[in-house]
């Protein structure tokens, strides 16, 4: 059994650290939630127009991840490459959140490659940097973990925020655009007056494309990656399907900004006890606890039906508590890969290399969102179902619930038989 060393930074650094994730996060889910019905009620653009332009770019976006994490591994300051991101981010949020009367198309792609390269350069520098703060795994845990916290807190706000602001949706995420600039100067402003200085380290100086093969080559990444694919299908297809299942399965659509409130409170709330558990059992078995969580939940989902409004609640509730897991524990895992297999004494001559390492695992990650969509709503079709069918909620049933159950077994099983790979300090 695998248990993680005690070194535990001030509660000052791990604060100040995640603050920067919280809006990033924010800047994440208007793109993926809101763009597609703003642009196509306020700027009149066809469906197909816009999913052609929306799929180009979320493409580009995931395709260029690598890249930025090699850039970041060979500059100096990991700090200084948030620094140029952010000015893109907040600039294109507030293009993006503002959409034209005319020349909307080319404003949308515009403005979108503008967010995505922001966000994206920011994201690898940022996690990359993260994983060098750390000294052991037990502080790379920790440090992961508030960043993922704050990040959670950052996606309950950007969902609450253009409601409270106000009840048409345009000058809702208007005002959201607004505050956005501001929250992000004050939040980086935290992290890079109270985050302590990372370890100096030489720049990766190889051939480029060499070393982000490299790591590739490296077997527990791959591992690591394979894990990761799995379990992130099976909580991406949910994910994708949830607010069908609530509206045609529960008939309870308006309860589902509730459920999903509860869904990343619940994340939030049970991180503590995740970090706790990883130090405690190891970060491998502890992932693999909150699979068989998420599969409780999955197994309870399938004997819901109409009306079923506080079970589904235990469901959010106890996949949240999943979710916080699986946000933490394989990027912290991964941070160790990134950094070992270096000694002490050799990780200040080991050149950079984080950055390639999540470079590759964001990259993954997007591709996973799209292969859930890829794959659920095709099959959705296939099974017959149709929304606001009461006769095909059946066939909806079984993709959001059994599907997953799928997965995420798969996923443990994975996960405990390579685990002595995965858990590498």
Same mark, same amino acid.
Request: net charge positive; hydrophobic share 55%.
């Given at each position: 059994?695998?248990?993680?060393?005690?070194? /535990?930074?001030?509660?000052?650094?791990?604060?100040?650290?995640?603050?920067?994730?919280?809006?990033?996060?924010?800047?994440?889910?208007?793109?993926?939630?809101?763009?597609?019905?703003?642009?196509?009620?306020?700027?009149?653009?066809?469906?197909?127009?816009?999913?052609?332009? %929306?799929?180009?770019?979320?493409?580009?976006?995931?395709?260029?991840?690598?890249?930025?994490?090699?850039? &970041?591994?060979?500059?100096?300051?990991?700090?200084?490459?948030?620094?140029?991101?952010?000015?893109?981010?907040?600039?294109?949020?507030?293009?993006?959140?503002?959409?034209?009367?005319?020349?909307?198309?080319?404003?949308?792609?515009?403005?979108?490659?503008?967010?995505?390269?922001?966000?994206?350069?920011? &994201?690898?520098?940022?996690?990359?940097?993260?994983? #060098?703060?750390?000294?052991?795994?037990?502080?790379?845990?920790?440090?992961?973990?508030?960043? #993922?916290?704050?990040?959670?807190?950052?996606?309950?706000? @950007?969902?609450?925020?253009?409601? $409270?602001?106000?009840?048409?949706?345009?000058?809702? $995420?208007?005002?959201?655009?607004?505050?956005?600039?501001?929250?992000?100067?004050?939040?980086?402003?935290?992290?890079?007056?109270?985050?302590?200085? &990372?370890?100096?380290?030489?720049?990766?100086?190889?051939?480029?494309?060499?070393? $982000?093969?490299?790591?590739?080559?490296?077997?527990?990444?791959?591992?690591?990656?394979?894990?990761?694919?799995?379990?992130?299908?099976?909580?991406? $297809?949910?994910?994708?399907?949830?607010?069908?299942?609530?509206?045609?399965?529960?008939?309870?659509?308006?309860?589902?900004?509730?459920?999903? @409130?509860?869904?990343?409170?619940?994340?939030?709330?049970?991180?503590?006890?995740?970090?706790?558990?990883?130090?405690?059992?190891?970060?491998?078995?502890?992932?693999? !606890? &909150?699979?068989?969580?998420?599969?409780?939940?999955?197994?309870?989902?399938?004997?819901?039906? @109409?009306?079923?409004?506080?079970?589904?609640?235990?469901?959010?509730?106890?996949?949240?508590? !999943?979710?916080?897991?699986?946000?933490?524990?394989?990027?912290? %895992?991964?941070?160790?890969?990134?950094?070992?297999?270096?000694?002490?004494?050799?990780? #200040?001559?080991?050149?950079?290399?984080?950055? =390639?390492?999540?470079?590759?695992?964001?990259?993954?990650?997007?591709?996973?969102? =799209?292969?859930?969509?890829?794959?659920?709503?095709?099959?959705?079709?296939?099974?017959?179902?149709?929304?606001?069918?009461?006769?095909?909620?059946?066939?909806?049933?079984?993709?959001? *619930?059994?599907?997953?159950?799928?997965?995420? /077994?798969?996923?443990?099983?994975?996960?405990?038989?390579?685990?002595?790979?995965?858990?590498? *300090?």
């Amino acid at each position: 059994m695998s248990t993680l060393p005690t070194l /535990t930074p001030p509660l000052r650094h791990l604060l100040a650290y995640g603050a920067l994730g919280l809006p990033l996060a924010m800047a994440a889910l208007p793109v993926y939630v809101h763009v597609p019905r703003l642009y196509a009620e306020a700027a009149g653009m066809s469906l197909s127009l816009l999913g052609a332009l %929306l799929l180009a770019a979320r493409l580009l976006d995931a395709g260029i991840d690598p890249l930025l994490g090699g850039w &970041s591994d060979r500059t100096p300051s990991r700090r200084r490459l948030i620094g140029i991101a952010l000015p893109c981010l907040a600039l294109g949020m507030l293009a993006l959140l503002h959409p034209p009367a005319v020349a909307a198309p080319l404003w949308l792609l515009a403005s979108l490659m503008c967010t995505y390269f922001g966000f994206s350069l920011a &994201s690898v520098a940022y996690q990359a940097w993260g994983a #060098e703060l750390g000294r052991d795994g037990g502080e790379r845990t920790r440090l992961t973990a508030s960043r #993922e916290g704050f990040g959670l807190l950052g996606v309950v706000i @950007a969902a609450a925020l253009p409601g $409270l602001l106000s009840n048409d949706l345009a000058q809702g $995420l208007s005002g959201l655009a607004q505050i956005f600039p501001l929250l992000l100067l004050l939040l980086a402003s935290w992290t890079f007056l109270g985050a302590p200085p &990372s370890v100096a380290r030489p720049r990766a100086n190889g051939n480029f494309f060499g070393d $982000l093969r490299a790591v590739l080559d490296d077997r527990r990444f791959r591992r690591l990656l394979t894990v990761f694919v799995v379990n992130g299908i099976a909580a991406a $297809l949910p994910a994708t399907l949830v607010l069908f299942f609530v509206a045609d399965v529960l008939q309870a659509e308006a309860w589902s900004g509730a459920f999903l @409130a509860l869904y990343f409170v619940s994340g939030v709330a049970f991180l503590p006890l995740w970090v706790v558990l990883a130090r405690r059992f190891g970060r491998v078995a502890s992932w693999v !606890a &909150s699979m068989f969580v998420a599969i409780a939940s999955f197994v309870w989902a399938w004997g819901l039906g @109409a009306g079923d409004v506080w079970p589904f609640a235990v469901v959010c509730l106890l996949s949240g508590a !999943a979710l916080g897991a699986d946000l933490t524990l394989p990027a912290a %895992l991964l941070a160790d890969i990134s950094e070992q297999p270096a000694t002490d004494k050799q990780k #200040e001559s080991q050149p950079a290399q984080a950055g =390639a390492y999540f470079g590759w695992w964001n990259l993954v990650a997007k591709l996973n969102l =799209a292969l859930a969509a890829g794959l659920s709503l095709p099959l959705l079709d296939l099974v017959g179902y149709q929304p606001g069918v009461d006769e095909a909620t059946r066939g909806l049933a079984a993709v959001y *619930c059994l599907l997953p159950l799928f997965f995420k /077994t798969t996923a443990a099983v994975l996960a405990w038989r390579w685990r002595k790979t995965l858990e590498v *300090c």
